[in-house]
Nanobody, 122 residues
Framework: QVQLVESGGGLVQAGGSLRLSCAAS????????MAWFRQPPGKEREFVAA????????YYAVSVKGRFTISRDNAKNTVHLQMNSLTPEDTAAYYC???????????????WGRGIQVTVSS
């Protein structure tokens, strides 16, 4: 079992930045690729970014590439999502997820955090 807890969400104005963090506990953190998904109000959950177990490979949704950066600290069992140039379209509940290999499909992931709200005002 892996437990995931997100933090760092909140309300920010358009153009601003937020940094989300996901703390993992349980089984070996380095055995899991990590990802962020989001679910805007009234919409399906969508892929945001993923990072390989070593951190050597990263993957992004087209909508966030160049604005968001995913990173991980294997010594601290933590994954981060730095979000810059935020727009109201980024408003969503953001979820951290883990599985052995990175994937862009949410139904491939074994473990999920409870999610954290990010709201971007115009």
């Amino acid at each position: 079992q892996v437990q995931l807890v997100e933090s760092g969400g909140g309300l920010v104005q358009a153009g601003g930045s937020l940094r989300l963090s996901c703390a993992a506990s349980g089984r070996s953190f380095t055995g899991y690729a990590m990802a962020w998904f989001r679910q805007p109000p009234g919409k399906e959950r969508e892929f945001v970014a993923a990072i390989s177990r070593s951190g050597g490979s990263t993957y992004y949704a087209v909508s966030v590439k160049g604005r968001f950066t995913i990173s991980r600290d294997n010594a601290k069992n933590t994954v981060h999502l730095q979000m810059n140039s935020l727009t109201p379209e980024d408003t969503a509940a953001y979820y951290c997820a883990a599985r052995p290999y990175a994937s862009k499909s949410y139904d491939h992931y074994d473990y999920w955090g409870r999610g954290i709200q990010v709201t971007v005002s115009s």
